[in-house]
């Protein structure tokens, strides 16, 4: 785990911070300062959607379907907040914002918490389908090559919708049908990130799911905070162009920095 503070000091006026890092040389330089704070948000992450998962684990085992949606819903429901404090923890983290990982996590779970029950409910929902219809197809033994081919492409579709709408929940508060327009819009105005983010995160999980329980081990060390990362990095250029986060936090930051002089200042009384 890092040794590095958690938090980054705000810059001192008249200071212009070098070009942000890109690619592998920006990774690793958020891990060396965030991963503690990652981690943190990710077992939290990991405890929300277990009882949903062990359910939907065994309507799987004991060839229940009902069993297998209701835990895939289960496990959103509870999860949804949870996965909303991981990607609030790892925005921050992209945008260098300032403030203790505990202080703001907290805050931005009680904000969040309501606004995410219904995304995390229908992330769970599909999880919990779409895993039961693959072990379907995979135990039926004559699926065609297009069925496959079909639902694989769902997958990615549904996967990167997903990842668009839930990345909005912590940032606007906006009603579920304008979040899914908004997820829409950016879904193909920003394909090839899209593209590359659904990859990653279906990727992963299809082969963390596929193979536990022998990945328990990668789940206690990567679990949400290695996947949320990476998809986050690829898909923040397109937030930050829609939502103007880091206008945002740069005239935040500059009305603070006034603030913080206003109050410096000596006041003088007239007698």
């Known amino acids: 785990m890092s040794n590095q503070p958690e938090t980054n000091e705000t810059p001192a006026t008249g200071y212009t911070p070098a070009p942000r890092k890109v690619g592998l040389p920006?990774?690793?330089?958020?891990?060396?300062?965030?991963?503690?704070?990652?981690y943190r948000a990710s077992?939290?992450?990991?405890?929300?959607?277990?009882?949903?998962?062990?359910?939907?684990?065994?309507?799987?085992?004991?060839?229940?379907?009902?069993?297998?949606?209701?835990?895939?819903?289960?496990?959103?429901?509870?999860?949804?907040?949870?996965?909303?404090?991981?990607?609030d923890t790892t925005l921050r983290?992209?945008?260098?914002e300032p403030g203790y990982w505990w202080h703001t996590y907290k805050r931005a779970w009680k904000q969040n918490w309501k606004q995410s029950l219904l995304p995390g409910a229908l992330l769970g929902l599909f999880v919990g389908s779409w895993s039961w219809m693959l072990r379907a197809q995979a135990a039926a033994g004559n699926t065609s090559t297009m069925m496959w081919v079909a639902s694989l492409a769902g997958i990615f579709v549904c996967t990167g919708?997903?990842?668009?709408?839930?990345?909005?929940?912590?940032?606007?508060?906006?009603?579920?049908?304008?979040?899914?327009?908004?997820?829409?819009?950016?879904?193909?105005?920003?394909?090839?990130?899209?593209?590359?983010?659904?990859?990653?995160?279906?990727?992963?999980?299809?082969?963390?799911?596929?193979?536990?329980?022998?990945?328990?081990?990668?789940?206690?060390?990567?679990?949400?905070?290695?996947?949320?990362?990476?998809?986050?990095?690829?898909l923040y250029p397109g937030l930050d162009k829609v939502f103007k986060?880091?206008?945002?936090?740069?005239?935040?930051?500059?009305?603070?920095?006034?603030?913080?002089i206003a109050e410096s200042q000596p006041t003088f009384h007239n007698k």
């Open 161 to 234: 919708f997903f990842s668009w709408l839930l990345a909005q929940v912590p940032l606007v508060d906006l009603p579920l049908p304008q979040l899914a327009k908004n997820a829409g819009l950016m879904f193909f105005g920003f394909f090839p990130r899209t593209l590359a983010a659904a990859l990653l995160l279906a990727v992963y999980w299809g082969l963390t799911l596929l193979y536990l329980p022998f990945t328990i081990i990668t789940l206690l060390a990567f679990g949400f905070w290695l996947p949320v990362v990476i998809a986050l990095m690829i």
């Open 26 to 38: 920006r990774f690793f330089e958020l891990l060396g300062r965030d991963l503690w704070a990652f």
């Open 43 to 87: 077992f939290l992450c990991l405890l929300g959607f277990l009882p949903g998962t062990v359910l939907a684990v065994f309507g799987q085992m004991g060839g229940s379907a009902l069993l297998t949606v209701l835990g895939g819903l289960l496990g959103g429901l509870i999860g949804g907040p949870f996965l909303s404090g991981m990607i």
């Open 245 to 260: 986060l880091e206008e945002t936090l740069s005239a935040r930051r500059d009305a603070e920095i006034e603030e913080r």
């Open 93 to 96: 983290a992209l945008r260098d």
